[in-house]
């Protein structure tokens, strides 16, 4: 371990990354707060290009236990007491820092993943998270980003619980018919998410290569986009409730996927 200065230039810069998009997008690289999130990225193998560690935070269990294991892979730098807790978004940091590599990701085909979960101008970072979460629970192999929070900030990287280190991301400037167009080209079968007026999203057949649109907290998918995709759904309800959070909205219709495709293949892990 190397001890740094708060002052130093590397704190600047790793400030910079916590909070800003498009130094994220220009070193193709994202903060990783705590041990916790840490050691889902050394589980899953995601590069880890720098470390840092509150020096009062060193004789705690899990930032030792998730140190040891960084310094197989990085050398971790040791800051001043404190000095995390102006980097991150959260008040109080958890002790450790790590940086992590974005690999490119390639478009989606149905070779590779056979669901794919599209987020259109979807703004709050804890629903962006909890998507890339369940739709990774689902079997999603890619999450489609068009418009909208940045996947790769600390809040949503949080609200993921380590989520996004086992799926590609697509952050695409396509607009969202475009997105469609594409995956549809690509042999998605491409399910709009509505509000009302469409199929029971248990009444629709998701068993094969299926692309789940999931728009905007407030306003929902643009009309144009539910007009090109091949199938539109709702969720029924019983109660007076007028619509479901976004979140819990797609994470219902990714979990449909997996309930059918179960049911239609018993013997598929």
């Known amino acids: 371990m190397r001890p740094l200065s708060a002052r130093n230039p590397r704190i600047t810069r790793l400030a910079k990354l916590a909070r800003r998009r498009e130094e994220r997008a220009e070193q193709r690289a994202f903060v990783v707060e705590g041990p916790l999130l840490a050691g889902v990225a050394l589980d899953a193998g995601a ?11 060193l004789d ?3 930032i030792a236990a998730v140190a040891a294991r960084l310094e197989e892979v990085v050398e971790p730098w040791v800051v001043p007491a404190g000095t995390l807790d102006r980097v991150g978004d959260a008040v109080t940091s958890q002790g450790l820092v790590a940086v992590c590599g974005r690999a490119e990701p390639v ?6 993943t056979d669901l794919v979960l599209v987020l259109v101008d ?4 804890g629903n ?3 998507l890339v979460r369940s739709a990774v629970a689902a079997g999603a192999g890619t999450v489609v980003v068009a418009g909208g929070v940045d996947p790769t900030s600390p809040k949503v990287v949080r609200s993921s619980a380590g989520a996004l280190f086992g799926v590609d991301v697509v952050v695409t400037d396509l607009g969202p018919v475009e997105v ?7 042999g998605y079968a491409v399910v709009a998410t509505v509000v009302d007026g469409a199929s029971p999203y248990d009444a629709v057949d998701l068993t094969g290569p299926v692309a789940v649109v999931v728009g905007n907290e ?3 998918l643009p009309a144009a986009v539910a007009e090109v995709a091949q199938r539109a759904v709702s969720i029924p309800m019983a109660g007076p409730t007028e619509s479901l959070n976004a979140a819990m909205a797609g994470t219902i219709v990714c979990f ?3 309930r059918q495709r179960r049911a239609a293949r018993p013997d598929r892990p």
Do not use: F, M
């Open 218 to 220: 407030a306003h929902g």
């Open 122 to 125: 979807v703004a709050d970072p």
């Open 180 to 186: 469609v167009d594409r995956l549809d080209a690509s």
């Open 47 to 57: 590069p880890i290009l720098d470390a840092y560690l509150d020096e009062a935070a």
């Open 256 to 258: 449909e996927v997996l």
């Open 107 to 112: 478009w989606p085909h149905p070779s590779a």
């Open 128 to 130: 962006a998270g909890t």
């Open 60 to 62: 705690r269990p899990e």
